[in-house]
């Protein structure tokens, strides 16, 4: 298993931009793809992106799509989401995750996911 850690969240008015950054415990990171999921309060946990392990296939939801992308830049096994033109109702707990599988192709439901990092809280708020 693979150890994550979020970081980068926090309160940011409507229009700005966040990058959120998944901190993986180990180089087998980049074996896998990964997806970033967020939930609201008193909702399911959505998948808002995810990639391939070399980035052949990468997914938005259409609520986020054009706004929301995970950056091929990578370091040290840490990867990122860059958020911009935030929302209000992006407001969350932002979660990265890592797939049981190394298919080449994405993944859409959590349970298809093996290892889960802590969240980080977003907010969008004026």
């Known amino acids: 298993q693979v150890q994550l850690v979020e970081s980068g969240g926090g309160l940011v008015q409507p229009g700005g931009s966040l990058r959120l950054s998944c901190a993986a415990s180990?180089?087998?990171?980049?074996?896998?793809?990964m997806g970033w999921f967020r939930q609201a309060p008193g909702t399911e946990r959505e998948l808002v992106a995810a990639?391939?392990?070399?980035?052949?296939?990468?997914y938005y939801s259409d609520s986020v799509k054009g706004r929301f992308t995970i950056p091929r830049d990578t370091a040290d096994n840490t990867r990122y989401l860059q958020m911009n033109n935030l929302k209000p109702e992006d407001t969350a707990v932002y979660y990265c995750?890592?797939?049981?599988?190394?298919?080449?192709?994405?993944?859409?439901?959590?349970?298809?996911?093996?290892?889960w990092g802590q969240g980080t809280q977003v907010t969008v708020s004026s």
């Open positions: 995750a890592v797939p049981h599988q190394r298919e080449s192709r994405v993944f859409m439901r959590p349970d298809e996911y093996r290892d």
């Open positions: 180990d180089r087998t990171f980049s074996l896998y793809g």
């Open positions: 990639i391939t392990w070399n980035f052949s296939i990468e």
